[in-house]
């Protein structure tokens, strides 16, 4: 399976501030995908990040909200722009290939506090 | 609406005990059904599923899947204080390959 490094891997941050999120995947991968995990609830998909051109947002989420880029087939950047205190979550980004059997994996995830 | 339901929603048992968990799923363009194990951030891949019936193991752990009755259930036998976790059912969709979880089952094992 591929290996994703996502940074940072926690961080608090003050309400009105944006924090950048990175994964970097050890191959080039088809898709990848932000995750988000509101406190004591399931892992919500934010969006899929495609290479060459604007993310996909799922309903309730917004690039204004959520800008996204992926550059290439190994890396994309999540932000979370304008935090409020309701954005403390876990974010986790994934990757899923062809090549690797549609196998799905995940980055280790960043655990953001807003004060 | 694709769903993903799970249940029980929490559990706790006794080390040695033996669980069940289960998912349910109605999603669009099915291609598969995945279980993950969850203790801190990142869920851990236990399973992937998209054949009916055949029986996926992985020392006490086991999982099979129902493509008619739509569900999968997660065994875990002889469990430890160490399987205590957040267990997550998820069905991915062809295509998208979006997955879509389910609200996962908080697993207790008590000494």
């Known amino acids: 399976s591929a290996v994703i490094s996502q940074k940072p891997s926690r961080d608090i941050c003050q309400r009105g501030t944006s924090l950048t999120i990175q994964c970097q995947v050890d191959?080039?991968?088809?898709?990848m995908f932000w995750y988000r995990q509101q406190p004591g609830q399931s892992l919500t998909l934010i969006a899929t990040?495609?290479?060459?051109?604007?993310?996909?947002?799922e309903s309730g989420f917004v690039i204004d909200k959520f800008p996204i880029s992926r550059p290439n087939l190994t890396f994309s950047t999540l932000t979370v722009s304008n935090m409020s205190p309701e954005d403390s979550s876990i974010y986790l980004c994934?990757?899923?290939?062809?090549?690797?059997?549609?196998?799905?994996?995940f980055g280790s995830g960043t655990r953001l506090t807003v004060v | 609406e694709d769903k993903v339901v799970q249940s029980p929603l929490s559990l706790v048992v006794h080390e040695g005990d033996t669980v069940t968990l289960n998912c349910s799923y109605e999603?669009?363009?099915?291609?598969?059904l995945l279980w993950y194990k969850q203790e801190k951030k990142a869920p851990t891949f236990l399973f992937m599923l998209?054949?009916?019936?055949i029986e996926k193991k992985s020392g006490r752990l086991s999982s099979i899947l129902d493509k008619k009755e739509l569900f999968s259930i997660l065994n875990i036998t002889a469990t430890q204080t160490g399987d205590s976790a957040v267990y997550l059912c998820?069905?991915?969709?062809?295509?998208?390959?979006?997955?879509?979880f389910g609200k996962g089952t908080k697993l207790t094992v008590n000494p």
């Open positions: 999603v669009t363009n099915f291609r598969s």
């Open positions: 994934s990757v899923v290939s062809a090549v690797l059997n549609y196998g799905y994996t």
């Open positions: 998209t054949s009916s019936g």
């Open positions: 191959s080039q991968v088809t898709m």
């Open positions: 998820a069905s991915a969709q062809g295509g998208s390959e979006k997955l879509v």
């Open positions: 990040a495609n290479q060459g051109s604007e993310a996909t947002y």
